[in-house]
């Protein structure tokens, strides 16, 4: 006999369930117009709804929405911009939100393998807090063909409305692996052929005149202000700057992240 289905909560509450709560990697509520299209266009969690806001402009992207939600038979609910705005996390959801399964888990033994005959290309965050730091750092990652993310399960920022506004869709392609502790994580990595680069502004190495461009690669951004801490640090193989001549001396996480990602999948195996 097939036991009965547990009631799942209500949107709102789901919406507001604590990622420090679950240490799961979160993504129940989406918002943004392109976040909520990548979200029904990938298919690889269900959504239980959509929110559309009550004298939006006609945007062709929200014609889209419209009809990959009948395609995939995910209701779709127009309701009044306070009610919306009184359900939305961010200060931009441009009068769109979704609700949907929480984001799956990917394995990092996985992730450390080769992936279409491709070498693996990795990044792992070290502590970042801040929302929008993430949500960039994963949209420039699933944009330069990063093949997946690592992320430590405890003091860090996990996937929040915020997040996935600033993410604009990257989270629904993009294979992410929780990881207990990052130092252990990358030990692991490490032990299955991966090199370890921590971007360290005090780093010996250049990051331009890197040789392990193209190898199996996980490249570890630290948190804001803090950089890599000390035993993440030590699990680095190379510890590389971004070589900076200009009258700031420094860029912040989202930054150095979306240089560092870009100039080495220049580098990558292209096929």
């Known amino acids: 006999m097939t036991p009965p289905r ?82 939305a996390r ?43 730091n993430l949500g960039a750092l994963l949209r420039t990652a699933g944009a330069v063909g990063v093949t997946g993310a690592v992320l430590p399960r405890h003091r860090a920022v996990h996937v929040t409305p915020a997040v996935t506004k600033a993410a604009a869709g990257s989270i629904e392609h993009l294979p992410m692996a929780v990881v207990t502790g990052l130092p252990a994580g990358l030990a692991r990595a490490r032990s299955l052929g991966v090199w370890v680069v921590g971007l360290d502004a005090g780093g010996d190495d250049d990051l331009f005149t890197l040789e392990l461009a193209g190898e199996p690669l996980v490249v570890v951004l630290g948190a804001e202000g803090a950089g890599l801490s000390r035993l993440v640090a030590q699990r680095c193989d190379v510890r590389a700057r971004i070589p900076l001549s200009g009258a700031i001396p420094s860029l912040n996480v989202a930054a150095a992240g979306a240089v560092a990602l870009v100039h080495l999948a220049r580098h990558r195996p292209t096929d």
């Open 90 to 132: 961010t200060q931009a959801s441009q009068g769109v939100l979704a609700h949907a399964d929480p984001l799956p888990e990917a394995d990092l033994d996985d992730l450390c393998r080769p992936a279409g005959g491709r070498p693996p290309f990795l990044v792992a965050l070290d502590g970042v807090a801040d929302p929008q």
């Open 6 to 87: 547990s009631r799942r909560p209500p949107a709102r509450e789901r919406a507001r369930s604590s990622p420090s709560r679950s240490q799961g990697l979160g993504g129940e509520q989406v918002e943004g117009r392109q976040a909520v299209r990548e979200l029904l266009r990938a298919g690889r969690r269900a959504a239980h709804d959509v929110w559309l806001a009550e004298g939006v402009d006609r945007a062709p992207i929200l014609g889209e929405i419209a009809a990959l939600a009948a395609e995939r038979r995910v209701p779709v609910r127009r309701v009044g911009r306070a009610r919306l705005d009184g359900e």
